[in-house]
Nanobody, 123 residues
Framework: QVQLVESGGGLVQAGGSLRLSCEAS????????MGWFRQAPGKEREFVAA????????NYADSVKGRFTISRDNAKNTVYLQMNSLKPEDTAVYYC????????????????WGQGTQVTVSS
């Protein structure tokens, strides 16, 4: 059974940092691009970042470029999202997802999803 298990969310002050992790099981990890999405209360789910199986193709949303870094460790079946210079508008539930369709920004391109982890940034 495919599982994506996230960790690392929490409460942080504006300007602080968090590192999210997502460990995958039940799938051939290197066959998938991996992405991060987020959803704030009352808002639609939006793309954050994605990385190809080899790490050679990386895609960021404009709102996080220069502040967030996505990476993956295929030996550990894990994808990471390092979040620096956090802002209150980054507050959302963050989801990791697996795609066979590359590093696109549309949620419909991702086949498997994690349960979500809450990130709250206070001012």
């Amino acid at each position: 059974q495919v599982q994506l298990v996230e960790s690392g969310g929490g409460l942080v002050q504006a300007g602080g940092s968090l590192r999210l992790s997502c460990e995958a099981s039940g799938l051939t990890f290197r066959s998938y691009a991996m992405g991060w999405f987020r959803q704030a209360p009352g808002k639609e789910r939006e793309f954050v970042a994605a990385i190809s199986w080899s790490g050679g193709n990386i895609n960021y949303a404009d709102s996080v470029k220069g502040r967030f870094t996505i990476s993956r460790d295929n030996a550990k079946n894990t994808v990471y999202l390092q979040m620096n210079s956090l802002k209150p508008e980054d507050t959302a539930v963050y989801y990791c997802a697996a795609s066979l369709m590359g590093t696109g920004q549309r949620p419909t391109g991702y086949k498997y999803w994690g349960q979500g982890t809450q990130v709250t940034v206070s001012s």
